[in-house]
């Protein structure tokens, strides 16, 4: 979570990322990428979905206050809309909660949990969300995930007290974003995303092993590039 804030602190300009599964960005796309078009047009924040075929995939909403706040009441209330609609052939009697996971650096996380957890105890009772943070880092990243479950109206209301202190303890030190979940090594015809690494083919490979052998030839070791194309 990044922020910039103005002369005299008027107008502050918040960048914060969320964590989704393929399904869930498909719902906030849209057909033909209707729904995110709106949501960009009606809240006035600037909202972009990480590329590729990962697993998980990040949204980034930027923009001031009031926009990321009507930003995250729309994907809330479209989840919830998602969840009623799931439930009309389902045989379940309670509705579960709508539920949205933020990427937080790691170093301000302990600002958000409070000495002795008292800060997100509450923020859980003045809200009535859930909200649970990750003991563990995301791999490869010095951010944790936030997951905040409830109504949309309780999960917008824990946004806003989430952020007040994410504003209020500035992170100094530069971390490493979480850029999502890495999925198999082998890959589709579809190909691979962003956040995945590219192997060379073993047509590739082969020649490159035995000249690395020839180098070395006391050596048993491969590169662990060359490893994981067998």
Known sequence: MESKVSEG???????????????????????????????????????????GNCPERIVTITGPTDAIFKAFAMIAYKFEEDITNSMSNSTATSKPPVTLRLVVPASQCGSLIG??????????????????????????????????????????????????????????????KYIGKKPSWHHNSAGSCGACLSYPSPRVVGPLISWYLRLKPTQCVLPAIFVRCF
């Open 9 to 51: 602190g008027l107008n502050v300009t918040l960048t914060i990322r969320l964590l989704m599964h393929g399904k869930e960005v498909g719902s906030i796309i849209g057909k033909k990428g209707e729904t995110v078009k709106k949501m960009r047009e009606e809240s006035g924040a600037r909202i972009n979905i990480s590329e």
């Open 115 to 176: 000495k002795g957890g008292s800060k997100i105890k509450e923020i859980r009772e003045s809200t009535g969300a859930q909200v649970q943070v990750a003991g563990d880092m995301l791999p490869n990243s010095t951010e944790r995930a936030v997951t905040i479950s409830g109504t949309p109206d309780a999960i917008i209301q824990c946004v806003k007290q989430i952020c007040v202190v994410m504003l209020e303890v500035q992170s100094v030190t530069k971390g490493v």
